[in-house]
């Protein structure tokens, strides 16, 4: 069982639509959950940071996570056709070095 | 956010010459950068961890003496590619930890092409 798990879809959702991107994860000890956005031949790019378990709202992005369950969510409102990427889930433990990667989640926004 | 470079965005190369990739963070200063490797369609593969004055550690199955990684500032890791063959072609990025927590902030990354 891989220590992150998400789906790599692809998902492809009309324009306008509220897009809901999860990852859940086995290690009980990450404390720190981030989102980021690939597009193609791009490197990531830094979308969200929770630190524990909450809620936190960016713009039309919300990140979600819930320690009790080991899952966290990104939710992103009023897709619009420039949210077409794939979505990377990464979290780590407090002191470590290295981030620990969900396969990422390929999106697209249909115009 | 901060801001990471990466030079070249793009090299194409033949075999058996050695390529070097450049890593900066153009406005704050890491401590730790790290290199990872991506295949098409596929999630990100840490390479290395490189921290600033000392030797890079390497991930289990990269060969350190043929991904020759140099973190000798604050702002400057490079990773040389050595006697690169076509295996080697892949997209390279780089990323840079801020002290606080462990948010990375990645490179544009750099496409190698090795004929």
């Known amino acids: 069982q891989k220590e992150v798990e998400q789906d790599p879809g692809p998902l492809s959702v009309p324009e306008g639509a509220i897009v809901s991107l999860n990852c859940t994860y086995s290690?009980?000890?990450?404390?720190?959950f981030m989102w980021y956005r690939q597009y193609s031949r791009k490197g990531p790019e830094l979308l969200m940071y929770?630190?524990?378990?909450g809620n936190k709202e960016d713009g039309r992005f919300t990140a979600q996570v819930d320690k009790s369950s080991k899952y966290i969510s990104l939710f992103i409102r009023d897709s619009q056709p420039s949210d077409s990427a794939t979505y990377l889930c990464?979290?780590?433990?407090?002191?470590?070095?290295?981030?620990?990667f969900g396969q990422g989640t390929r999106l697209t926004i249909n115009p | 956010g901060a801001v990471v470079s990466q030079h070249p965005s793009r090299v194409i190369c033949k075999s058996g010459t050695s390529v070097k990739i450049e890593c900066r963070s153009l406005?704050?200063?890491?401590?730790?950068m790290f290199w990872y490797r991506q295949f098409p369609k596929q999630s990100l593969m840490l390479m290395a961890t490189?921290?600033?004055?000392?030797?890079?550690?390497?991930e289990q199955g990269v060969e350190k003496d043929k991904f020759l990684i140099n973190h000798a500032s604050l702002t400057l890791s490079t990773l040389t590619v050595t006697s690169a063959h076509p295996e080697d072609s892949s997209f390279y990025i780089c990323?840079?930890?801020?002290?606080?927590?462990?948010?990375?902030?990645f490179g544009p990354g750099t496409r190698l092409t090795v004929l």
């Open positions: 490189s921290n600033e004055g000392s030797k890079a550690t390497y």
């Open positions: 290690n009980s000890a990450f404390q720190y």
């Open positions: 929770t630190y524990s378990s």
């Open positions: 990464a979290m780590t433990v407090q002191g470590a070095q290295k981030l620990v």
């Open positions: 990323s840079a930890r801020v002290l606080a927590g462990g948010i990375q902030f």
């Open positions: 406005d704050f200063q890491a401590t730790t």
